[in-house]
């Protein structure tokens, strides 16, 4: 007990003391001002039954780490410049490989005007670009119907551009902010569809394509209220190898999936009054692709909502609780129908994930937090597109039924 | 019979000063070659929230702020509706980390803030109304209406009694305004703030003439009245 109690205390003190050594956060350089942040974040999940995120959580796992560091600078008066490194494991994703989450070159004309290139987060829904930052919500995970983490590969950036801009309406009508953009989206071959596919054999090379869209959100005259709506539509191509579905035995041949539809409308919107904040998003994601080079065809509509609500006790107390709603409806064409009946059904537990979460967040201080998560899980919504279940991990099948512990702690600068 | 009226001054300052003094608390102020004397209550929303890093005018502007403390709270209060400082410093953080934007300079104290402002073109700043500040400009903030679109082309310094000067008695006056098409102050109402500075600002104002426009215009005024100036 002394011993658990002391490896706490010396947890404390290496946290308080990197905080010391990490306030330095800017420096000069060619007489501009260069800032630097980071953060780094260390979750827990211990479940019953189904294993989840990829992680061996029926037995508690600790495989729920990431961490980044950005540098920015204010170039000119318009001109901002800056970048950002990222990296995670989160059971068998990320595996540490580091990736450049950002990269961006911001100009900006006017309040009304600005673009921004290179490679930007997404702006879509209300959590979309800084789903990673767990330090800015009450919640340690989430709703993975609209933000799945194990897919944060599919919607998190762009190498391209976007113009965007803030609109002051007349007659105290609130504030419009537009976002456009267009570019292209390279999954990391350690996200959570490469590895879905892995569990048929495949093995994914490459995966990316063509990504366009919008976001136009309004600042209502009610004080608090904003709402919003987000539209992305995709061309996404993925090639690798898999085994042959019609001769396994022959070991593999030539993978290739390819969109033939793919977009994703997203409506949501938030209300915070006094310490209370409550958010709601609504995501309908059309997967329509070929598989095997034309021969096959998938339709997929995937739709996810949620409803959550955090009250802020005092000033380092927090609660929330939210409820999450995914279904998933999947129709194989073609060759592969075969072995593919159609999943329509989404009242069964492997067509849909309900989800109702209940957390407490302390904050130790401005930099340090500790969340304490429920999840209690109805369904596993495993296929044909991931949402946190995969058979990798769950070799005997799925239960029913998941309840989940998450404990997680973040520290930033 | 100077010290009974000097006793009768005072008497009518403490009894007509208003109860609730968090708007008039804080003072918006800038570094001294900002051109513009006043601006909008939108644009220093605008402009403490990175939305917007110049004003109307094109001057190129640089937030900052204080820590925490009476003086932050009562900014965030009445000028950025951002709920808590925790609520700020995690909008901010959104900025950081996804690429959007930087973290303002944030410092300890009003002394502080004041000698940044001071010192750097463009900076912009909030401090307590009863703070000294020398060698930067304190702004008057058109607070509602439409008021912004709406170029002030004449303006007239209001009267500072010397007895309230003297006696370190100043503060913010907050003044409704209604102009009229062709750019003259045709009505003002003293809003908050000390009644006989309201009723000198009121004054002065009255003479003040905007840029014409089709319709008329209400808006609200801060006028600062800084007894260490």
């Known amino acids: 007990m002394h011993k658990r109690v002391r490896s706490l205390v010396s947890l404390y003190l290496c946290f308080q003391a990197a905080q010391i050594t990490l306030k330095a956060q800017e420096f000069k350089l060619l007489d501009r001002t260069v800032q630097v942040h980071g953060f780094v974040s260390q979750g827990f999940v211990y479940s019953n039954d189904n294993n989840w995120l990829t992680m061996n959580t029926s037995q508690g796992s600790g495989a729920f780490t990431d961490f980044a560091l950005n540098m920015s600078s204010q170039v000119t008066e318009k001109l901002r410049v800056g970048a950002q490194g990222y990296d995670r494991n989160l059971g068998q994703l990320g595996q540490y490989h580091p990736s450049l989450d950002w990269a961006v070159a911001d100009y900006r004309f006017k309040s009304w005007f600005g673009i921004r290139g290179g490679k930007v987060k997404t702006t879509f829904g209300l959590y979309n670009d800084t789903q990673d930052e767990d330090f800015l919500r009450t919640f340690a995970l989430l709703p993975q119907s609209v933000y799945p983490t194990d897919l944060r590969d599919a919607t998190i950036a762009h190498l391209g551009a976007d113009i965007y801009g803030k609109i002051s309406l007349t007659h105290r009508l609130g504030v419009l902010s537009y976002t456009a953009y267009a570019g292209h989206r390279s999954d990391s071959i350690y996200s959570g569809y490469p590895y879905y596919l892995s569990s048929f054999g495949a093995e994914i090379k490459s995966f990316g394509g063509l990504q366009y869209g919008g976001d136009l959100r309004w600042n209502t005259p009610v004080k608090g209220l904003q709402i919003g709506v987000s539209r992305l539509n995709e061309h996404i191509t993925g090639k690798g190898s898999a085994i042959n579905p019609f001769a396994p035995g022959a070991g593999l041949v030539p993978y290739s999936e390819s969109s033939k539809a793919d977009w994703t409308n997203q409506f949501y919107g938030e209300y915070t009054v006094g310490k209370f904040r409550i958010d709601s998003e609504y995501r309908r994601y059309w997967r329509n692709q070929e598989l095997f080079s034309g021969t096959s065809e998938s339709f997929a509509d995937i739709r996810g909502w949620y409803v959550s609500g955090a009250y802020r006790i005092c000033k380092r107390l927090q609660i929330g609780s939210y409820y999450s709603r995914y279904t998933i409806s999947n129709i194989v064409a073609g060759a592969l129908s075969a072995f593919y009946p159609p999943a329509t059904n989404t009242n069964l537990p492997a067509n849909h994930d309900y989800d109702k979460v209940i957390t407490g967040r302390v904050d130790l201080n401005r930099f340090w937090n500790l969340k304490v998560e429920g999840h209690f899980m109805n369904g596993y919504g495993s296929g044909p597109y991931p949402n946190g279940f995969y058979t990798q991990v769950n070799p005997s099948g799925f239960a029913p039924n998941t309840n989940a512990l998450v404990l997680k702690t973040s520290l930033n600068f | ?229």
Do not use: C
């Open chain 2, 1 to 229: 019979m100077k010290n009974h009226k000097l006793f009768s001054l005072v008497a009518v300052v403490v009894i007509f000063a208003p109860v609730r003094v968090i708007a008039a608390d804080v003072k918006v102020i800038a570094n001294g070659s900002m051109k513009a004397d006043m601006i909008s209550a939108n644009e220093v929303k605008s402009v403490f929230l990175e939305e917007s890093n110049s004003l109307s005018d094109g001057t190129h502007v640089e937030p900052v702020l204080e820590k925490d403390g009476p003086v932050h709270e009562a900014f965030l209060h009445e000028y950025l509706a951002a709920g808590t400082n925790d609520d700020l410093q995690s909008y901010y953080r959104a900025l950081v980390f996804s690429g959007r934007g930087s973290m303002p300079k944030q410092l300890g104290s009003d002394a502080e803030v004041v000698a940044y402002v001071a010192r750097t073109k463009g900076a912009i700043g909030y401090v307590s109304a009863e703070t000294g500040v020398e060698d930067v400009k304190t702004l008057t903030i058109l607070r509602e209406g439409n008021g912004a679109q709406r170029r002030l082309v004449t303006r007239v310094e209001p009267d500072y009694p010397d007895t309230l000067k003297r006696l370190n008695i100043g503060g913010t006056v907050r003044l409704q305004v209604s102009i009229g098409p062709k750019g003259n102050v045709d009505t003002v109402e003293v809003l908050g703030g000390n009644p006989i500075l309201g009723e000198s600002a009121a004054a002065a104002v009255k003479q003040w003439v905007y840029t014409a426009s089709r319709s008329r215009t209400i808006a609200e005024l801060s006028i600062p009245f800084d007894s260490h100036h």
